[in-house]
């Protein structure tokens, strides 16, 4: 099969790059080459994978050149786009062109491929917004929701907070529509704390493996509020084999979407349950700096993902402990890519 990657140069993208050509597929990496890493991880696919997939450097706010990489393709993984809530609010004419006008032209683009290629949207549980009606207790160190003791369902209404919330919130109905009226095979995957090696993790966005990385190098990092938020945790491999299976039970997934993440049992507080894991791989007291809460911060957010397991086969694998290992590992590897 024929895919396009927009975004094939980034954390997911790359990861899914690499799955998919070895698998044996013929694949096109679509990018701008904007974003800190990006380069990196394409050194890391040549090294890896040769010349066996193709390169494409360009933008999805430019509509004609999508159109054109979109011709004949089978497959289209959207992974492009502005990703940190701050960015968004500083520079919200950006944020919007990047993500819901990007996605617009990218749905644009496979409905004018002459093939109704597959499209998947990497969405995000921020379109679920502060969460206010889910009452939160604290317990143990950490909070948690008092009412949802699986997580956050894919019915809970939608709250697009942040110009960040409201820009991706649009791509991911309008992926939904284009099922409905275009009958495009569109997935939307609402994807909660991804984390693993690629991930050039920045404050605002990819915490985890910016707290690795700076850990690494030796700089002292801000825990927001008092650490006891918690998130669930999905290893990118576990996020790669979901993009695999939603892709092969397509006649059950098309026009769905689905909360992708760790779940309940793959999950950390923010600082009072990484910082052990984390001084244990490091082996050392790691100093941090505690700010205030930030707007809009969730205290809580976790994915009930059985909706995901029951319609296409899919359960995460990796526990937090095992994949911070291997993040942790790529940091140690690769300490040059951040000073």
Same mark, same amino acid.
């Given at each position: 099969?024929?895919?396009?990657?927009?975004?094939?140069?980034?954390?997911?993208?790359?990861?899914?790059?690499?799955?998919?050509?070895?698998?044996?597929?013929?694949?096109?990496?679509?990018?701008?080459?904007?974003? #800190?890493?990006?380069?990196?991880?394409?050194?890391?696919?040549?090294?890896?994978?040769?010349?066996?997939?193709?390169?494409?450097?360009?933008?999805?706010?430019?509509?004609?050149?999508?159109?054109?990489?979109?011709?004949?393709?089978?497959?289209?993984?959207?992974?492009?786009?502005?990703?940190?809530?701050?960015?968004?609010?500083?520079? +919200?004419?950006?944020?919007?062109?990047?993500?819901? &006008?990007?996605?617009?032209?990218?749905?644009?683009?496979? #409905?004018?491929?002459?093939?109704? +290629?597959?499209?998947?949207?990497?969405?995000?549980?921020?379109?679920?917004?502060?969460?206010?009606?889910?009452?939160?207790?604290?317990?143990?160190?950490?909070?948690?929701?008092?009412? &949802?003791?699986?997580?956050?369902?894919?019915? *809970?209404?939608?709250?697009?907070?942040?110009?960040?919330?409201?820009?991706?919130?649009?791509?991911?109905?309008?992926?939904?529509?284009?099922?409905?009226?275009?009958?495009?095979?569109?997935?939307?995957? /609402?994807?909660?704390?991804?984390?693993?090696?690629?991930?050039?993790?920045?404050?605002?966005?990819?915490?985890?493996?910016?707290?690795?990385?700076?850990?690494?190098?030796? /700089?002292?990092?801000?825990?927001?509020?008092?650490?006891?938020?918690?998130?669930?945790?999905?290893?990118?491999?576990?996020?790669?084999?979901?993009?695999?299976?939603?892709?092969?039970?397509?006649?059950?997934?098309?026009?769905?979407?689905?909360?992708?993440?760790?779940?309940? %049992?793959?999950?950390?507080?923010? *600082?009072? %349950?990484?910082?052990?894991?984390?001084?244990?791989?490091?082996?050392? %007291?790691?100093?941090?700096?505690?700010?205030?809460?930030?707007?809009?911060?969730?205290?809580?957010?976790?994915?009930?993902?059985?909706?995901?397991?029951?319609?296409?086969? *899919?359960?995460?694998?990796?526990? +937090?402990?095992?994949?911070?290992?291997?993040?942790?590992? *790529?940091?140690?590897?690769?300490?040059?890519?951040?000073?």
């Amino acid at each position: 099969m024929k895919y396009l990657i927009t975004g094939g140069a980034g954390f997911i993208g790359s990861n899914l790059v690499a799955h998919f050509v070895k698998a044996g597929h013929s694949v096109t990496v679509y990018d701008n080459f904007s974003r #800190r890493g990006s380069e990196s991880n394409l050194e890391w696919l040549k090294g890896l994978l040769g010349d066996s997939f193709a390169v494409e450097r360009a933008d999805i706010r430019d509509a004609a050149a999508i159109a054109r990489a979109a011709q004949g393709k089978d497959v289209i993984l959207h992974m492009a786009g502005q990703v940190a809530v701050t960015t968004s609010v500083n520079d +919200p004419r950006m944020d919007f062109e990047a993500n819901a &006008l990007g996605t617009f032209n990218v749905l644009e683009a496979a #409905r004018a491929a002459g093939t109704q +290629p597959i499209v998947m949207y990497s969405s995000t549980n921020k379109v679920y917004g502060g969460m206010e009606a889910a009452r939160i207790v604290e317990a143990n160190g950490r909070y948690v929701f008092a009412d &949802l003791p699986l997580g956050v369902p894919e019915t *809970w209404p939608l709250d697009f907070h942040s110009p960040y919330g409201c820009s991706k919130g649009t791509g991911d109905q309008y992926v939904r529509d284009y099922h409905r009226i275009y009958d495009l095979p569109t997935v939307v995957f /609402r994807q909660s704390a991804i984390y693993g090696p690629r991930q050039f993790g920045v404050e605002d966005q990819g915490w985890l493996a910016f707290f690795a990385i700076s850990a690494t190098v030796g /700089r002292t990092f801000s825990i927001y509020g008092d650490g006891k938020q918690v998130r669930d945790l999905l290893h990118i491999d576990d996020l790669v084999l979901a993009y695999d299976a939603a892709i092969k039970h397509i006649d059950k997934t098309a026009g769905q979407v689905y909360n992708i993440g760790g779940g309940t %049992e793959r999950s950390l507080s923010v *600082w009072t %349950e990484t910082r052990p894991l984390l001084e244990a791989l490091a082996g050392r %007291e790691l100093p941090v700096n505690f700010g205030d809460w930030r707007p809009g911060d969730q205290l809580v957010y976790l994915s009930d993902i059985r909706k995901a397991q029951a319609e296409f086969g *899919w359960a995460p694998k990796i526990a +937090p402990a095992e994949g911070l290992k291997t993040l942790w590992d *790529w940091t140690q590897a690769n300490k040059h890519l951040f000073v």
